[in-house]
């Protein structure tokens, strides 16, 4: 059963206050296969489902937003394919590589900001310098203090302090 490792909150930085009036989130979930669900917090859309890129998946997240949210960049092929295939069979490294040049320009023309709220061992904690290259407003929550029941163990841990 897949894992919610990763929420990330879509919107816009508010003028006076910072925090975010968000329109979509994000759930990164992972365990057999990661996934990016994106969904919309304004009005009834449709949950939007792509199978990101190991190495790239901060660059997937943006081009989902880029393709999903904006709307402002249109890939050569369905990133949502219902079969579930992942970015690797969906598009060629070339056209991934153009399409996430192509992100980057849309989201300096546009005053987005993206939070990023990563749980414990998520695959996005390794990936925290790739979100610094994006040129978007952007915040990233870590965990500071868990307290959790360990299966494995039969133990509560706690981390942090």
Avoid: C
């Avoid at 989130?25 to 996934?35: K, L, S, V, Y």
């Avoid at 939070?115 to 990936?127: A, E, K, M, Q, Y």
């Avoid at 929550?141 to 706690?158: G, H, M, Q, R, Y």
């Amino acid at each position: 059963m897949a894992t919610t490792t990763a929420t990330i909150l879509v919107g816009r930085a508010h003028q006076n206050d910072s925090g975010i009036n968000p329109t979509h989130f994000i759930q990164f979930t992972e365990n057999d296969r990661p996934a990016l669900i994106l969904h919309s917090i304004e009005g009834e859309s449709k949950k939007v489902v792509i199978i990101p890129t190991i190495e790239n998946t901060i660059d997937d997240i943006y081009l989902m937003i880029s393709v999903f949210v904006l709307k402002a960049v249109k890939p050569s092929k369905k990133l949502n394919s219902i079969t579930r295939k992942s970015l690797y069979e969906i598009l060629d490294e070339e056209e991934r590589k153009t399409l996430y040049k192509k992100t980057k320009e849309i989201l300096t023309a546009n005053r987005i900001k993206v939070v990023f709220n990563i749980l414990d061992n998520s695959h996005l904690l390794n990936l925290l310098k790739q979100i610094k290259k994006y040129p978007n407003d952007f915040e990233v929550t870590l965990p500071a203090l868990k307290k959790e029941f360990d299966a494995w163990s039969n133990k509560v841990i706690i981390k942090g302090k």
